[in-house]
């Protein structure tokens, strides 16, 4: 069987481990300290690195871990980072023996330009693009490449793990409590993270059929959405995207 841990790193970041046996693979290693304790501590042996964009939070640990080991490190093809030795694009298939898992590469712009994401066995690494209740900021991309990417995310099954790499939820409920007041499924959520919270467990991973229900930037669609955006944009808004870049400004402000 294969398990997912985290292990928790930098100020509000999750690196996660995908474990089987004796072997582990991590994604998006931030720092390196954690993650070798954590190995030490578990007797585990790492057998490669995935990357999902070229942000220092989610490669800053490659070179430290490469000088204890050689592993692969998997990486997007469209973004220049120095570490990756196996560059990745839309659609390969990327077989990891070691903890016999098959992922399926998506690319997914729109917080970085060339982000991608790691979908196979039930689970989703997407890094900065779709976070529980919320999505990564527009560093690179535009609207549209955020609408497209999430919504290829959300077309995914609904009982698909989501493990993304921050602990934002509290704040990204709170905010979408804000533009979705009426929710009932929000509601229940805020209540169950704060929970998680308050007990000091992690809110992910997520799954995509709670993200659709609770994740206001995959329900541009909603008549609650398009008001919330459009009082604030003071004008009328007529594309989901349009709705979509006007509530990831809002996020920006709260
Ligand atoms: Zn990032
Ligand atoms: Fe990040």
Redesign the pocket.
Known sequence: MLNVEAIPALKD?YIWAIVRGEHCVVV?P?EAAPILSWLAQRKLHLSAILIT?H?G??VGGVPALLRHGRVPVYGPANEAIACVSHPLSDGMQLELPAIGATFEIFEVPG?TLGHIAYYGEGLLFC??TLFACGC?RLFEGSPAQMHASLQRLAALPGETLVYC??EYTLDNIAFALSVDPDNAQLHERAALEQAKRAQGLPTLPSTIALEQATNPFLRCHAPALRQAAEAYAQRPLHAEIEILGVVRDMKNHF
């Open positions: 970041n998006d931030g964009h942000h939070d989610h917080h890094g900065d990564g790499t921050h």
